[in-house]
């Protein structure tokens, strides 16, 4: 199982970009990179995935550099409802290794 | 397309009962994954099912069951429940096979006292 390390926690103000980064040193040929964010009381909710180089979609970007070893998850000009955990994970397209959860990074945006 | 469904949405039990949660996956997701997420903690692994059998375990005790039935919906089991087991118990869907992500519903709170 690709073993993930996250900051646990960060802040930023609104309107900034917010940069996460996760380190996944043993991630598997065969592995994706998945984001999810996760309010209070509710279940985590995907973001984005991606397997290498740059993935971009209408809530983020996610920037993988050719080793693989880590990943960015960038949030562009965040508000208060940013506010939340943020969890990557690595595993395969079989489902059957990206079920670990880390600790996370908790965001607090201020106002 | 209907999400995860977790039911009941709350529960509150006493120590030493049993409780059992039901989740029902988004319509094609075969694999379902159990978490539990106590206070300030992060989300750990329980257990998952894949065309009703389980694939992978965590590090819970066996007063932790699970099964998933043939039109993949699963339940989960705690048995001899302690003030400790009181969580949020959330559950996921996958399409394994695809590399899609995890889709989660939105938890069973559970309360021992």
């Known amino acids: 199982l690709a073993k993930t390390t996250q900051p646990i926690s960060m802040d930023s103000y609104e309107g900034q970009e917010v940069n996460i980064t996760c380190s996944h040193n043993?991630?598997?040929?065969?592995?994706?990179i998945t984001w999810y964010q996760q309010f209070p009381s509710q279940g985590p909710r995907f973001i984005i995935q991606?397997?290498?180089t740059k993935v971009t979609n209408e809530v983020a970007s996610l920037f993988i550099p050719a080793d693989r070893k880590s990943s960015t998850l960038s949030l562009p000009r965040v508000s208060l409802s940013d506010t939340a955990v943020y969890y990557c994970?690595?595993?395969?397209?079989?489902?059957?290794?990206?079920?670990?959860f880390g600790t996370g990074t908790r965001l607090t945006v201020i106002p | 397309k209907a999400g995860v469904t977790q039911t009941p949405r709350y529960l509150i039990k006493t120590r030493g009962q049993q409780v059992t949660l039901s989740c029902s996956p988004i319509?094609?997701?075969?694999?379902v994954s159990w978490y539990q997420q106590t206070p300030g903690q992060g989300l750990q692994f329980l257990f998952e099912?894949?065309?009703?059998?389980?694939?992978n375990k965590g590090n819970f005790p066996g007063r932790f069951s699970g099964r998933q039935f043939s039109n993949s919906r699963s339940e989960m089991n705690v048995s001899t429940l302690e003030l400790g087991d009181s969580a949020l118990y959330l559950c996921?869907?996958?399409?394994?096979?695809?590399?899609?992500?995890?889709?989660f519903g939105n938890g069973t709170r559970l309360t021992v006292t």
């Open positions: 996921a869907s996958s399409r394994p096979g695809d590399g899609s992500p995890l889709h």
């Open positions: 043993n991630i598997a040929t065969n592995d994706y």
């Open positions: 991606g397997y290498k």
């Open positions: 994970l690595v595993g395969d397209a079989t489902g059957a290794n990206n079920l670990f």
């Open positions: 319509s094609g997701h075969r694999s």
């Open positions: 099912y894949f065309s009703e059998t389980q694939r």
